[in-house]
């Protein structure tokens, strides 16, 4: 067995069937969305915002300390986490609000 941080992406993450790695992460975008919904609380757009610079920075640097403890405040990122095509998307969302929040 390796030493810690030694896992792939995936491994060790929770099994969840496709259907409920996309409906986790349909819930993450809705939390997520919450950033830039002026209707919503100020304290609920800084929770959101704090939630994906800790994603972002957790799947950027491939941070497994971090990315657990991600895990740990959002339980169903583990199914999200553990299924490729969701993984990726995340991914995906995380680094196109990055690359357009640098461009403002």
């Known amino acids: 067995m390796g030493g810690a941080g030694a896992q792939p992406e995936g491994q060790g993450a929770e099994e969840a069937s496709p259907g409920e790695a996309w409906r986790a ?9 919450r950033e830039t919904d ?13 939630l994906r610079h ?30 490729e095509p969701t993984r990726d998307h995340l991914k995906g969302l995380l680094a196109m609000k990055a690359g357009s929040s ?3």
Request: aromatic share 6%; proline share 4%; charged share 15%.
């Open 54 to 83: 800790m994603l972002t920075t957790a799947a950027h640097d491939s941070n497994p300390a971090l990315m657990q403890m991600a895990q740990t405040m959002v339980p169903d990122l583990k199914k999200i986490w553990g299924f």
């Open 102 to 104: 640098a461009s403002s």
């Open 25 to 33: 992460m349909a819930a993450l975008e809705e939390q997520l969305a």
């Open 38 to 50: 002026f209707s919503e609380d100020i304290s609920v757009r800084q929770a959101s915002t704090m």
